[in-house]
């Protein structure tokens, strides 16, 4: 049972452009929300986090959106930028315990 | 100075064989994860251990069994390795609780043919 649901699958972006990636949960326990950036080879890493009591969360292109009574959060990235080609994940964590990861967004940004 | 080290990268073995996966931090955190990473990209826990101690332990064959010698190294043992084991494999480590972030190992990429 897929606790946190992520969407698209894959996504293709021009350069410039705005990346959305949408994930919902289930869960009234989940209170933290991160987002984690997979390039090729390596290892997820923290790109960005929020908690419930916000609805954004900014930091430089990368913004969280969280509406909280519809249980959904979304990563928008602007001005896409061919770097930021990656896999990206949102996560939820219940009142601190483990993280539960969505199923991954596969992104490519085109020059 | 690497953060979160794992050995091998790479590992093909044969079905049947039995391997070993290490991992080393060097963060100064209590806490230590492996994940599963199939071909569709989907990340799942596998273990956790905070001080030494497994904390987590998910449905994962008996096959599998980790190791944790002290804070600082995680290990994993795979027994009769199936073709379904293929995989990438993460380690990760944090200050123990789910809001700490969680820095992730470069990976082991396991092929059993």
């Known amino acids: 049972q897929q606790q946190v649901k992520q969407s698209p699958q894959s996504l293709i972006v021009q350069k410039g452009g705005i990346s959305i990636i949408n994930c919902a949960y289930e869960?009234?326990?989940?209170?933290?929300f991160p987002w984690y950036q997979q390039f090729p080879g390596k290892g997820p890493a923290l790109l960005i986090a929020?908690?419930?009591?916000?609805s954004e969360k900014k930091e430089g292109r990368f913004t969280i959106s969280f509406n909280k009574s519809a249980k959904q959060f979304s990563l928008h990235i602007m001005d896409s930028q061919p770097g930021d080609s990656a896999t990206y994940f949102c996560?939820?964590?219940?009142?601190?315990?483990?993280?539960?990861f969505g199923e991954g967004t596969q992104l490519t940004v085109n020059p | 100075d690497t953060a979160v080290s794992q050995t091998p990268k790479y590992l093909v073995t044969q079905m049947g064989n039995d391997k070993s996966i290490k991992c080393e931090q060097n963060l100064g955190h209590d806490t230590m994860y492996w994940y599963k990473q199939d071909s569709k990209k989907f990340l799942k826990i596998m273990f956790s251990?905070?001080?030494?101690?497994?904390?987590i332990n998910e449905t994962v064959p008996n096959r599998f069994s980790p190791k944790s010698p002290d804070k600082a190294h995680l290990n994993l043992h795979i027994n009769s390795l199936e073709l379904g084991d293929s995989a990438v494999y993460f380690c990760?480590?944090?200050?123990?609780?789910?809001?700490?972030?969680?820095?992730f190992g470069p990976g082991t990429r396991l092929t059993v043919l």
């Open positions: 869960n009234t326990a989940f209170d933290y």
């Open positions: 929020i908690r419930p009591d916000v």
């Open positions: 996560a939820a964590v219940p009142s601190g315990s483990r993280l539960t």
């Open positions: 990760a480590s944090s200050h123990f609780g789910g809001y700490n972030e969680q820095f």
């Open positions: 251990y905070n001080n030494k101690e497994l904390i």
